[in-house]
């Protein structure tokens, strides 16, 4: 018995170097033991060769934070801090010249000036669309969105039409319909309700208001007061997408203000109206010119402002910050021209002329997207655009717009490249229309 004792003992030697494996004791990571193990970024001074370049910035130096994450706070980019650092060409608005024809110099995301915003042929003469039965025009993106829609009034068929533009051919000959058994004579769009849906409302024949309120699948009409507007049409204006101004109700010297379903008018007098942000609350606020002064209506109030010394009577007016010193000056036309007006403080004094007959649809707009307000106008067969270079002087281009009379303009991005292009529509016939449309190339 001890023979085989001794037996198994000699063995269990004999095999120990290949056959008995050592059993180690497990090693678990640990964040600050100094190892960055695999489910670690990094611990202590091991950032596994990462650096603040390998993080995505430009200079700095990268640590190991306490949960063993890499912190990137000590990581700079020199592209972005307002500064003109070695290798860039620009940084933000530093750098960036003006065009020397249309457009604006930008700076790219890895601060080098970009110029082919910079254009010596602003506009290209885009696609039109006949309607047989159109009536005045606007562009907006209705619900679905994603494409700009030309809004027309049928008169003729009692109902709104919607154009959807479609990219490469214009707008679409089919339409979608609004048809309520009304009378509209002009059409726009805004978001009445405040729900982040763009509806659309109608001056009717008779001044009525409705609104065409956008729903999921469908639109719904609202039947708001009379606002006793009979040939009124909207006033142009981008300051307040949730409310419209009315004019041109048959001299009577009101403008109404359409706001959440609501009319309610302004006693403003006789003049040339304007819409816009002119008090700086927000509120679409009401500028009026005439041989009697100029007076802005806070839209919010309802009050009327002190009236500056005017001698102009004008048939349009449009205003804007022209020089950049933070009131409002004026563009007007009147038969002899278009003239822009800087406001002195206590008056208003022509700044610069452009002597010339027909013109209208006076618009003031960024036109080139350079930050600085532009004036815009039809006259003759052309879209003509005075480009604002600073103290108050303007360059001149002209786009062939067609022959008029254009029964309605607009400024919209229609093809969805962030500048402004122009939609104009004009009648061909009795009870049908044209709308041209002229592409801005500044993007």
């Not at 489910?39 to 430009?58: H, I, M, N, R, Y």
């Not at 956008?214 to 609202?222: D, K, N």
């Not at 309802?302 to 048939?315: E, I, M, V």
């Not at 022959?403 to 490249?417: F, K, Q």
């Amino acid at each position: 018995m001890y023979r085989l004792a001794w037996v198994f003992f000699l063995a269990g030697v004999a095999c120990s170097d290949g056959g008995v494996r050592r059993i180690e004791p497990e090693v678990v990571p640990r964040c600050g033991d100094g190892i960055a193990q695999a489910d670690e970024a990094c611990d202590g001074s091991d950032l596994k060769g990462a650096t603040c370049v390998s993080a995505g910035f430009e200079a700095g130096t990268l640590v190991c934070g306490p949960n063993c994450q890499l912190a990137t706070t000590a990581c700079t980019r020199r592209c972005g801090n307002g500064m003109l650092d070695p290798l860039e060409t620009c940084d933000g608005t530093l750098g960036l010249g003006t065009c020397g024809t249309f457009g604006t110099e930008r700076c790219s995301s890895s601060c080098a000036v970009d110029r082919q915003g910079c254009v010596s042929a602003p506009y290209e003469v885009g696609p039109f669309l006949d309607v047989a039965k159109g009536g005045l025009g606007w562009v907006a993106d209705l619900p679905p969105y994603g494409a700009p829609d030309l809004v027309l009034a049928v008169p003729a068929f009692a109902r709104v039409e919607a154009f959807a533009w479609v990219q490469g051919s214009g707008f679409a000959n089919t339409s979608r319909k609004l048809s309520f058994q009304r009378d509209p004579r002009a059409a726009a769009a805004l978001d009445n309700d405040g729900d982040g849906l763009v509806d659309v409302a109608t001056v009717n024949a008779n001044g009525a208001v409705d609104v065409y309120r956008a729903g999921a699948s469908a639109s719904s009409l609202r039947i708001v007061a009379d606002a006793g507007c009979a040939g009124g049409a909207f006033l142009p204006s981008a300051a307040d997408p949730r409310r419209l101004a009315i004019a041109g109700c048959e001299g009577d010297g009101g403008v109404w203000i359409l706001s959440a379903g609501a009319v309610r008018k302004l006693e403003v007098g006789p003049g040339a109206v304007a819409a816009g942000r002119f008090v700086g609350d927000g509120a679409l606020d009401l500028l009026v010119a005439s041989s009697a002064g100029v007076q802005i209506f806070d839209g919010a109030q309802g009050d009327a402002g002190p009236s500056l010394p005017f001698t102009a009577d004008l048939r349009e007016v449009a205003a804007g910050d022209f020089d950049g010193d933070g009131d409002v000056d004026l563009a007007g036309l009147d038969d002899a021209g278009v003239t822009v007006f800087e406001n002195a403080g206590s008056s208003f004094a022509v700044a610069r002329s452009f002597p010339l007959t027909g013109a209208q649809h006076l618009r003031v707009h960024d036109l080139d997207g350079d930050g600085r307000l532009d004036v815009g106008f039809a006259q003759g067969t052309d879209w003509v655009a005075k480009r604002n270079v600073g103290g108050f002087t303007f360059t001149e281009f002209r786009a062939p717009l067609g022959a008029g009379p254009w029964v309605s303009l607009n400024l919209a991005d229609v093809d969805g490249d962030g500048d402004a292009d122009v939609a104009v529509t004009v009648p061909t016939g009795a009870e049908s229309t044209r709308t041209r449309v002229l592409l801005n190339r500044v993007r």
